[in-house]
């Protein structure tokens, strides 16, 4: 299925299994500014939405609630999301309603949430640049992953390094991070191709880039 149909079934998904205000917040938040991070950074990188949770009810530092924009949930991790548009309502904030906004968000970090905020204009006019981001933060979590797997230093290094940058990597810049001889990178970079771990990004029969492959920028 392409963006619209998979953005109605995982809308669809949450409004069932919701009541009360968590349904009324839903319905409610899920408007353009969120529709356009799904649609514009988080699908061009991952084609699906697992982990994601959209108006994601939290405790509020206040004994009250509050709501997260997206909250991408894993074991160990647990990512807010939050897209901010430059609207009346934030140009006529108080002094005292931004401190409450940056002590709720200084609550969250306490709380053990890494906090990622984009701005509407930021999705909308540069958005390859916030998939990078995104990409960079939930990729630094998958590369703690790569210490459980059977992977060598070197491919296990190369594939962090691809994660961190979040675009593709030449050789060249795998020579000079695990300073290594082109012959051992060019070993090396085709044994996470095979492995599938790499994909080549540019070039037929001399390959000078290489980006990560779906079971490592997609995984299940």
């Known amino acids: ?119 509407y204009d930021h999705v909308k006019e540069h958005p390859r640049r916030c998939q990078q981001i995104v990409q960079q933060v939930i990729g630094r979590w998958l590369g703690d992953e790569l210490d459980q797997t059977t992977l060598s230093f070197a491919e296990k290094e190369v594939l962090r390094l691809a994660i961190r940058k979040g675009e593709a990597i030449s050789p060249r810049e795998v020579e000079a991070y695990l300073n290594l001889s082109d012959k051992t990178v060019k070993k090396v970079l085709s044994q996470l191709v095979d492995k599938k771990l790499l994909n080549p990004a540019s070039g037929i029969v001399r390959i000078r880039s290489y980006r990560l492959g779906d079971q490592v920028r997609h995984p299940i």
């Open 1 to 119: 299925m392409g963006f619209e149909e998979e953005y109605q079934t995982f809308i669809n998904a949450h409004l069932q299994e919701r009541n009360g205000e968590r349904l009324r917040r839903l319905q409610e938040g899920s408007q353009h500014a969120e529709k356009l991070f799904l649609k514009q950074v988080w699908w061009p990188i991952f084609h699906h939405f697992r982990y994601l949770h959209p108006e994601y009810e939290v405790d509020d530092f206040k004994d009250g609630k509050r709501y997260l924009d997206f909250a991408y949930i894993r074991p160990a991790i647990r990512i807010c999301f939050e897209i901010d548009g430059f609207g009346p309502h934030l140009k006529n904030i108080n002094r005292w309603q931004f401190s409450d906004s940056l002590e709720r968000q200084n609550q969250l970090v306490i709380d053990g949430w890494t906090v990622i905020r984009f701005s």
